[in-house]
Structure formats: C-alpha cells, structure tokens
DNA sequence: CTGAAAGCGCTTACAG
DNA sequence: CTGAAAGCGCTTACAG
C-alpha cells in the first residue's frame, strides 16, 4: 500500500509510464518487460502475464524513439514514388495507411523523381539517416535496379511493387499487366475492331512493355495485328493523350480503337476525338487502364482494366511489417494480382465493319 | 598522423559518424559539437569554424532518433486530414513536401474521419507516443477546437488552414472562401443569370457557410437574391452532386445556374445535366470550386474557383517549421490566400433572358 | 564561451 | 528463464 504510493509518485508528471515504472509495478527487470514487450519466447507464462497485467493496467506503450535508438531502425514505413498519377498516389497510400492502421508503424513519404540530380541519394540519406523499418517500392522507382542494390548494402528492408518478377518473391508484389492488357485487346477484338491503336507510356516503366506484350498477344490470339503505324508514345498524363490522341486520328485509315496506358491518357483521346469530330464509342472506342475515379465520371463513361491498387498497397505493407509479426506472416496467396475489366460505355462495335 | 589514423579506427564499420567522432577530430567536447549543430549562438567563431569544417570533412549528420530522444520531440511533421477529395490531398502533400525538402523533418500520414469511434484519440496517441514536431491540420478536423485544445495541453504544436480565424494568427493559415464564393457570384450575375442554384457540402466544414454565405453576398451585391428551394446539401462528392443536380434540375422553374462547393459535386451535376437533355452552358452553366484536374479534362472544361492549395500546404509547413529555423520566419505575407476565378466554358449568358 | 556528468527510454551482450 | 551492466547517440542541467 505505502509501497504502491511510494511507486507510483515516481512515475514521471507528464503521464507517461517507462519500461521502468512497469519493471518495478510487475516485480522484474527491465529486460524481462522488454522480453514480453518484444513477444520473445523465452518468458515463462506465469511472468508474461504478470506484465502484460502491469502493461494494461498503466497503459504502457514503449517509446518508439528509444527503442528506434536501441534497435538501430525506427519504426517508419517510406512509400517511394515517381508515378504522376495523383489518384494512384492516394490509393496505394491508402492500402498501405490500412496495413499499418494498428500497428507501431508511421507512413512516411519519399517522392522522388528519377530525372533528377539527386535523384538516389535523396532516397540513399534518408534509409542511412532515418533507417526506416523498410521501404515500399512502387513503379517506376520499383524496376530501379541500382536502388535496391544500394538498399540491400545499406541492409535496408523493401518490397517491390512491379508487373515483372524483379527479386526474390518474398520482396515482390506483383500486377499482371500483360494479363490486364490481353483482356483490353480480347474485348475490342470480339467487338469486332480491326484497326486497333495503342498509346503507351514511358518506356522507363516496365508496365508499359507488358501492357503493349499483352494487348499485342491478346490481339494475335484473336488473328489480328498491332499495326507499329498505329502505336504511339505518351507520358502517361493528360496533355501527351491529347496529343498522340490527335496524331492517331489525323491519319487517312485511322483506327477505330485505342487502348491507352492509363486512364489520363485516355481521358486525353476523348478530347483529340472530340475535336475531330468523332463520336466516342459509336466512331471510335477507347479502354484505359487504372480504373481511376474518372473513369467513371466523364462522359461517356470509360472502359477501362482495373488494377486493385489500395489492396496492392496492402499487400506490401503487410508483406514488408508481416516479416516479424506472425500474424501477417501467410501472405503467400496475396503477392500477386490478377487485373479486371471494367466494361463501359466508351466501347461498342465499330460503325464502319 | 598516427594519431588521425588511430581516431579513424575508432570510427564505426557502417560508415556512421557520431556526434563523439565528430567532437575527438574537432578537439572540442560533444557539447560544444551539439550547440553548432543545434545553430545556438554562445560557441566562439574560431571553434565553430573548426567543428563546421570536421563536420564537412566526415559527413556528419546527427541521429534524428536520438535528438529524438534528447529532445523528447521527433523529427515528424504530421499532416492530418479528413478531406474525401484526393486530388485536395495530394497537393496538399505536395506543398508541405516542398517545404520539407532539405529540412531535417519528415512528413507522416494522418488521415481520420471524425465520424470514426476512434476519432480524436488516434491523433491524440499518434502525439504522445511520437511526440511530432508539429501537425498540420486541413478541413475540416482544422475546425475541431476541442482537439486543438487537447493539442496545447500535450504542448504539441500545431497550424491550421481553415476559411475563419480559427486560433491566433501565428497558427492560422486562412484561405479566403467567402471572397473566392463571391467571384462566382458575380461571374453569374454578370453573365445575366437570375434563377441561381446552390449546392453546398457537409455543414461540418465551416468553409461550406464561408461560400455559402460569400455566394449569397455577391448575389445581393447586384440585386439578386440566393433562394432557399435553389439550395441543397451535398457530400463535397461525386454521387451526391448527381442527386442534388437531379433534385435540382427536375423543378418546373429550374435554375439557369448552378454553383456548387466543390469540382466533385460540379462534376455530379454535369451527369444529371445530360440525364435531363441540358446542354451546358447554353442551358445551365455550372460553376464550381477547387479547381482540380478534372475542371480541365471534362466536357465542356469546368468554371472554377481556384485554391492554390499546394501553396498553402508550403506555408503551412514553412509556418510549422519556421518557429525555430530563422530563414523562414518572414512569412507574415503569406498567412492569408486569395482565391481566383477560373473562367472556362461550362458557363455562358442564359439562354432565356 | 566551453565541458564533464547524467539522463532520455529502450535493447544488446553477457552472465548465471 | 531472468537480470545487471553497458550502450545506442544525442541533449539537459549544471558548473566553471
């Protein structure tokens, strides 16, 4: 009684309980609470629950900065990107923010720009000073090669988000874009489509080769061709979907369909159709990729390959905390995702068959 | 000589220089090392050089978890939010990343949802436990006074962007609503438009009385009145633009205009325009606010209230930061944003004057 | 203007 | 299975 008076005045005024305070409230050592803190297994039961008593009761929760000191590693997640697209952006935060909702981990943000002068050593200064818990990698920063050499010698932990298998599968989640763009290729070509274009994106993404592969494939599978005078090379954004929208449809025999890379870039051809005059699906149908927000919001509304992307989030965060919590650690059916077709109304049969 | 050798050894095998090797090479104690990191001003020129050009030489940079702990205050600025737009989100990230940039700081991800359970006590436990360097709070949990007042009782600091003076000047970044609200008024009026409809967001942003009430005063500013059957309540969201623009538009004496709180509902109503056979502009021009990607990308290009909302996120983070760094102290210029007008060709005279 | 000691709240390395 | 000591890399509080 006297003694648990004596005890708790000890505790600091700021209200925050230390590892000290519950080593003493539970009658062991600091060690011993760090043991339990840390689930390590060898604690004897009748021990373990006389601290996780003690824990509840004064509603410990460790330092994270003390423990980032001690451990040499803190407790930040960094999601790095270089993907323009800011709903994609949002999405892939919001998969991940759901996968560390209850845990010990912080989402910290890494933008970075490859074309940039200090493009990795930005993203280097940041694992060596911050030492992160791990990094999420999506594309194109994930396809980056060098950058996870250095981060594998700075015995920094990653996963990569990418459309190819680019590491060891216990660090890869992986989107089957080639998938995704044979369903684009397999709807237009079973509309009847014949003349068919194809806007891609940089070529510093992966995706863009397996997307252009697998509408290519999906096409042939179908005994058609993608024509080279029919495909073009975008940024991936607004503008270059306007322009190599209007480039595609100046021409004499011009196609009547587009499958574009994402999203915004088909947002783009429905304003080069727009100004030459075409009618979007009935003269010219056009499928994106994404399934972004406005897709669904213009008009008409577009059909587009759907890429789970917050779950892919998910995916990665789990799969890169679950390395040491247990119960994240049966990932095994989630590393990789298949990709839908969203069917609209910015496709249908060509007019001119 | 042997003597530099022998230091060298000493320094660890990862490559990290401490504040200890730092003050050995310099010849002075870890505190004096501490104080010029640290920009306090009783260190002598001589030994601030001195310890500057060892710092230089070996790359120092201290342990933020460390300082962490010293200080008992990290290196993390959260950003919290409760904004369903992501387009809003993302520049405002953006802008606090700018401002982060070359800075010792971090950016971590907080958003919530006041309508959760949990709701003000993630945030608060998101504080105690890794005691950010500050918080930047957007709309609407920036008008949630009770939690800024738990805020100061954890001694945590803090800014807030909001339409009203919110807290003292020094944390308050205002952007001007009302003033924006009003443009589009007048824009409305001047085009000749009479029968005006309003579609405002959830009351629980205070920002949707400041454009509402900013709307309604550049109304009366030229004669015209904001009739109550013309006004709705949205969800700042896409689906509910395309109720209220229903609700709205299937009235015998439908309104020729209508501006709505944010580009999402405008967006809405575009689709309950079409549903209804309307042309826009030449049958309803439509004005709305933000001015996100989607203003520019949809047909016919929207009229919008412009928010410079990356700039503010800067300022905001400037505003956090600056309390302590000198260079950005001066920023009493920037506490207050007006808004523009975006013109573009979603409105046009009434056709029935 | 400068420094030696103690401390921030944890974990590691070691011992038993 | 458990603990005492030392250490992580800084800053605070104090002394001179």
Redesign the pocket.
């Known amino acids: 009684m006297a003694d648990d008076k004596a005890t708790a005045d000890r505790i600091?005024s700021d209200g925050?309980i230390?590892?000290?305070d519950v080593a003493r409230l539970a009658g062991?050592?600091?060690?011993?609470?760090?043991?339990v803190?840390?689930n390590e297994?060898?604690?004897?039961d009748?021990?373990?629950q006389k601290v996780q008593k003690v824990i509840a009761e004064t509603g410990?929760v460790?330092?994270p900065q003390?423990?980032a000191?001690?451990?040499?590693r803190s407790f930040l997640v960094g999601l790095v990107y270089d993907n323009p697209n800011p709903q994609y952006v949002v999405n892939m935060q919001r998969g991940v923010l759901d996968a560390l909702d209850n845990t010990d981990y912080q989402l910290v943000l890494q933008p970075c720009d490859r074309n940039s002068a200090d493009y990795p050593d930005r993203i280097l200064s940041f694992v060596s000073m911050h030492r992160p818990h791990g990094l999420i990698l999506t594309p194109s920063v994930s396809e980056d090669e060098a950058l996870t050499e250095s981060l594998r010698r700075l015995d920094c932990d990653y996963v990569v988000v990418a459309s190819v298998p680019l590491d060891i599968p216990q660090r890869n989640i992986r989107t089957h874009d080639r998938q995704g763009a044979r369903l684009a290729a397999e709807h237009l070509a079973q509309l009847g489509h014949t003349s068919i274009g194809h806007i891609h994106g940089p070529p510093l993404f992966r995706s863009v080769g397996e997307r252009l592969e697998g509408f290519r494939e999906g096409l042939e599978a179908h005994g058609l061709e993608l024509a080279p005078r029919y495909i073009r090379e975008g940024a991936y954004n607004f503008a270059s979907g306007v322009a190599c929208g209007r480039d595609l449809l100046s021409t004499e025999d011009r196609p009547t369909a587009i499958f574009t890379g994402n999203d915004e870039m088909a947002v783009g051809v429905y304003v080069a159709a727009r100004e030459a005059g075409l009618r979007i699906p009935e003269d010219l149908s056009i499928v994106g990729f994404d399934d972004t927000p406005i897709a669904e919001r213009i008009w008409p509304p577009l059909t587009t390959v759907r890429s789970p992307i917050r779950e892919i989030g998910r995916a990665a965060a789990r799969l890169l905390i679950g390395r040491k919590e247990p119960e994240f650690s049966d990932l095994s059916e989630h590393l990789s995702y298949a990709l839908d077709l969203m069917t609209r109304q910015s496709t249908s049969a060509p007019l001119k068959l």
Do not use: M
Not at 28 to 35: L, M, Y
Not at 41 to 44: G, L
């Open positions: 600091r925050a230390t590892i000290s062991v050592s600091k060690k011993t609470v760090s043991r803190v840390n297994a060898t604690v004897s009748e021990t373990r410990f460790p330092n003390a423990r000191l001690a451990f040499r």
